[in-house]
C-alpha cells in the first residue's frame, strides 16, 4: 500500500458540505433570500476542532410529552384537532451510519395552517390545544418518532398567489457543530411541493425527493393515526485508513 | 484506494422561515408550558471558571436593515481551550459551562446578546494555536442554508495576526469583519449579509 496511512482521529473531519446539492444563498424566486444572501465567495476549510465537536443532549432532557404535540399544549383531557399522524424515521450520516443521540427539534403550523406566532396573519384560526413545537432524541439505531396533526398549507406573502405546502420544520444537532441542519419535511403526493419557491431553492430534484416523506401503513396504527417516514442525512465524517488496512495488519 | 465515504447524500437544507422561535424558543414565542425554559438561553452558571463577557450585536441585510427574526447560535471552548462535546478528546471541559448560546434577535431593535466567557485557545488542523474565537451560526427567513462565521476579539491582536483561518483570508481587509471591538467586558459583533462591510462567511 502507497500514500498517507496515518488514520484519522474517531471523531475526525466532516465530509465537505456539496454547495451543488444544497440550496444557493440566492434563490430570487423566494424574495427574502434576495437582500439576505451572502455575495462573496466562502471561505472554504477544512474542519478544525471549533467544527468536529458539537453540543450533544442526553435523554434526561426531554418530558413525557416532548414528542406528543397532540397532547403537549393542550388542555387536560383535550387534544390539537387535525389528522392524527406519527412521523418516524432514522437519522443517517453520509456513510449510511445511524446517528444516535441526536436532538431533533420540530415546529409546523396547526391543521388549518396556522402558526401560534405574534408576525403570522393568515386568517386561519387557532387550535387552542396545539403550540406547534416538539422534540425528540435519536436511539442507538438512530430512530426517532412524534405524534402530531398534519399540518395545512398557508399563503404567504411572496408571488402573488404563493401557498406553502403542508411541511413540518426539523432542526438537528450531529455529533459535531458542522452538522447542524435545518430543514422541511414535506408530504408524500401534496401538488403544492412542485409550485413552491422555498423547496425550488434546491437545485436538484432528487434532493427534493429526499425531503418527502412516505406514507407508511406498516407503521401505521389502525383506527388511530397514519404513520409517515422521513429519514434525514447528516453530513459524514472522513474514513479512517483503518477501513482499508490489508488483511493481516 | 479510499472507501466511498458518501453513500447518501446530505438532506438539503430549508429555511428556518419566520416562525423559527416556536420551535427553537417556544417560551420567547410566548409558547409557555411545554419545556421548563429554553434551550440555550444560560450559558454560565455562578462556578463557570473564566472572564465573564458579553456578546452583542445585529445582524443587517443587504439594505442595511436589522434583522428582527434570525436565531442565532454560538459554540466555542471553555477558558482552557477545551470544547464541553463528546468529540472533544484533548481532556475535560469545564463541567459549569456548556459552550453552546441560543438567542433570538430583538422583535424591535434585532440585537441579539450572549453572556459567556472568553474562550481559551484550540490548536489548528496542523497543532498551531488558533486565536480565541466563538462560532456563530444564522438562520433566519431568507436564509437557505445556515451560514456560519467566527467571531474573534479585538484585544488578542498578536494571537489574531498569526491565526491559521483569518490567515486564509485573501482580501486583508476583509479580516475586520471578523474581529469584535471591546468595551468594557462587552464585545459588539455586527453581521453584515451584504455591501462593503459583508462578514466573511465559512464553507468548513
Known amino acids: 500500500m502507497t500514500g498517507n496511512t496515518k488514520q484519522m482521529p474517531k471523531d475526525g473531519a466532516f465530509l465537505p458540505r456539496d454547495r451543488n446539492w444544497q440550496p444557493p444563498a440566492l434563490a430570487p424566486a423566494y424574495k427574502s433570500s434576495i437582500l439576505r444572501s451572502p455575495q462573496q465567495a466562502l471561505l472554504s476549510l477544512d474542519n478544525t476542532l471549533s467544527e468536529i465537536t458539537g453540543p450533544v443532549f442526553g435523554h434526561s432532557l426531554l418530558g413525557r410529552l416532548d414528542g406528543d404535540l397532540i397532547h403537549n399544549f393542550a388542555r387536560a383531557g383535550e387534544a390539537a384537532i387535525g389528522e392524527r399522524i406519527i412521523v418516524h424515521g432514522k437519522v443517517l450520516d453520509e456513510a449510511g451510519r445511524p446517528v444516535p443521540s441526536v436532538l431533533l427539534e420540530v415546529w409546523q403550523a396547526n391543521a388549518g395552517g396556522r402558526y401560534r406566532h405574534r408576525n403570522e396573519r393568515y386568517q386561519a384560526s387557532l387550535d387552542p390545544n396545539f403550540g406547534g413545537c416538539g422534540r425528540c432524541i435519536t436511539d442507538e439505531a438512530g430512530r426517532y418518532r412524534f405524534l402530531t396533526v398534519k399540518p395545512g398549507p398557508y399563503p404567504w406573502p411572496n408571488g402573488p398567489n404563493d401557498w406553502r405546502p403542508s411541511h413540518i420544520h426539523f432542526s438537528l444537532f450531529g455529533t459535531g457543530f458542522a452538522q447542524r441542519l435545518i430543514t422541511q419535511m414535506y408530504f408524500e403526493g401534496d401538488p403544492l411541493i412542485w409550485r413552491c419557491p422555498i423547496v425550488r431553492s434546491i437545485p436538484d430534484r432528487r434532493a427534493i425527493e429526499q425531503l418527502i416523506a412516505l406514507l407508511d401503513m406498516e407503521n401505521t396504527i389502525p383506527m388511530d393515526a397514519r404513520a409517515y417516514e422521513f429519514d434525514i442525512v447528516l453530513r459524514g465524517r472522513r474514513s479512517t485508513m483503518f477501513e482499508n488496512r490489508l488483511e493481516g495488519n | ?204
Open chain 2, 1 to 204: 484506494m479510499a472507501e466511498d465515504a458518501r453513500r447518501l447524500k446530505e438532506s438539503a437544507s430549508q429555511t428556518a422561515g419566520p416562525y423559527v422561535h416556536i420551535g427553537l424558543m417556544p417560551n420567547f414565542a410566548g409558547i409557555g408550558g411545554v419545556y421548563d425554559s429554553d434551550l440555550g438561553s444560560a450559558m454560565v452558571n455562578d462556578r463557570t471558571l473564566g472572564e465573564r463577557i458579553t456578546v452583542t450585536g445585529v445582524i443587517v441585510d443587504g439594505a442595511g436593515a436589522p434583522l428582527k427574526d434570525a436565531l442565532i447560535e454560538i459554540w466555542q471552548a471553555d477558558a482552557a481551550g477545551l470544547y464541553n462535546s463528546p468529540a472533544e478528546t484533548r481532556g475535560a471541559a469545564d463541567p459549569n459551562f456548556t459552550g453552546w448560546g441560543r438567542c433570538a434577535s430583538h422583535a424591535e431593535t434585532g440585537a441579539f446578546i450572549f453572556r459567556t466567557i472568553k474562550p481559551g485557545r484550540v490548536p489548528f488542523i496542523d497543532g498551531r494555536p488558533m486565536a480565541p474565537h466563538i462560532t456563530f451560526w444564522i438562520v433566519a427567513r431568507g436564509i437557505n442554508i445556515g451560514l456560519q462565521t467566527r467571531m474573534y476579539f479585538a484585544d488578542e491582536m498578536a494571537a489574531n495576526d498569526a491565526d491559521p483561518l483569518l490567515l486564509r483570508i485573501e482580501s486583508r481587509h476583509r479580516i475586520r469583519t471578523l474581529i469584535a471591538p471591546r468595551e468594557g467586558d462587552t464585545y459588539r459583533f455586527d453581521i453584515h449579509l451584504q455591501g462593503d462591510r459583508e462578514t466573511v462567511f465559512l464553507d468548513i
